[in-house]
C-alpha cells in the first residue's frame, strides 16, 4: 500500500472542482512560484504520512456531501505529480466507489509511466498555465513552461478533461500579447471544459514572512475584478469564468 505526504485537508470545498470537493494538499513542489499562497508546500520532506485505504477512511466521512452535490476528490499541492503512485492508487480505490476524481497540477514533471497510469483514473484536471511566454515563466516560476505544454497537449491528445487557470498578477501575465498567445493556445486543446480566472492576492505573504523568506511580489498590487474583465475580453469565448478563490498555488 502507498504512502502518501500529506500537507493538509480541506473538506468542503467548493472552488476545485465540481460540487463539493474533499481538497487533498498534498507536499512538495519543484516549481518556485514567486506568488505562491502555500509557501510552506513546496518543502519535498515531511512527517505528515497517510496510507490510501487511512485517506479514504476520512473521506467516506464526507461522502453524503460529496454525492449530493455531484463533487468529489482533489488531489492539489504542492505538487501532486511527485506522487503519482501515491494519487493513482487513491483514484483507483475512489472511482470503485463511484467518487469522482481531479487533479489540481502545474503539469511541471515530466510525463512518465507513473503519471500516464495516474491520468488514465483521473476524471478531471485542473491544469495551472503559469506563464504562456518561456522566458517569463522561468522568471516567474524558476522553470521552463515547456512540461506544462507538454502536459497540457498530452491530455489534449488523450481526451481528458481540462480546466485551465490562469492567475492573473497586474504586470506579470496580463500583458495583451500574451494573452493572446494563451487564448491561441488554449484553442488548439480539444478537451478544454472551462477556463478559470483567479485574481492575485497578497493574502499568503505572512507565510512568507513567518519562514523568514523575502516575498519579491509585495509591490504588486492585488487583481480587481476590472483586470479579470479586461483579461476575459481578450482571451474571449463563454466558457471562461471568473473566480473569488482565495487559495492560488
Known amino acids: 500500500m502507498e504512502t502518501g505526504k500529506i500537507h493538509s485537508f480541506e473538506t468542503f470545498g467548493t472552488v476545485d472542482g465540481p460540487g463539493i470537493r474533499f481538497v487533498v494538499f498534498m507536499q512538495g513542489c519543484t516549481l518556485r512560484c514567486k506568488y505562491c499562497h502555500n509557501r510552506d508546500t513546496w518543502d519535498l520532506h515531511s512527517d505528515n504520512l497517510?496510507?490510501?485505504?487511512?485517506?479514504?477512511n476520512k473521506i467516506e466521512r464526507y461522502k453524503h456531501y460529496i454525492e449530493k452535490s455531484n463533487g468529489g476528490v482533489t488531489v492539489t499541492g504542492g505538487e501532486p505529480l511527485l506522487q503519482?503512485?501515491?494519487?493513482t492508487e487513491?483514484?483507483?480505490?475512489?472511482k470503485a466507489k463511484n467518487i469522482h476524481t481531479a487533479l489540481d497540477t502545474a503539469g511541471?514533471?515530466?510525463?512518465?509511466?507513473?503519471?500516464?497510469d495516474l491520468l488514465q483514473v483521473t476524471d478531471l484536471v485542473l491544469l495551472d498555465i503559469k506563464h504562456i511566454d518561456n522566458e517569463k515563466a522561468i522568471s516567474l516560476t524558476g522553470q521552463s513552461n515547456k512540461n506544462n505544454i507538454d502536459f497540457a497537449n498530452y491530455l489534449s491528445d488523450h481526451n481528458i478533461s481540462?480546466?485551465?487557470r490562469q492567475v492573473v498578477v497586474p504586470g506579470i501575465t496580463d500583458n495583451e500579447e500574451d494573452l493572446k498567445k494563451l487564448k491561441d493556445f488554449i484553442s488548439r486543446l480539444k478537451s478544454v471544459k472551462k477556463v478559470e480566472l483567479l485574481k492575485y492576492h497578497t493574502m499568503g505573504v505572512d507565510k512568507w514572512k513567518r519562514?523568514?523568506?523575502a516575498y519579491e511580489l509585495e509591490s504588486i498590487r492585488n487583481a480587481t475584478n476590472d483586470d479579470i474583465?479586461?483579461?476575459?475580453?481578450?482571451?474571449?469565448g463563454t466558457n471562461i469564468e471568473k473566480t473569488e478563490e482565495d487559495i492560488i498555488f
Open 162 to 164: 481540462i480546466w485551465i
Open 50 to 56: 497517510i496510507t490510501t485505504d487511512e485517506l479514504i
Open 90 to 94: 487513491l483514484f483507483i480505490k475512489l
Open 229 to 236: 474583465t479586461r483579461a476575459q475580453s481578450i482571451l474571449g
Open 84 to 87: 503519482a503512485k501515491f494519487v
Open 108 to 116: 511541471s514533471i515530466s510525463i512518465n509511466d507513473d503519471i500516464k
Open 211 to 213: 519562514l523568514g523568506i
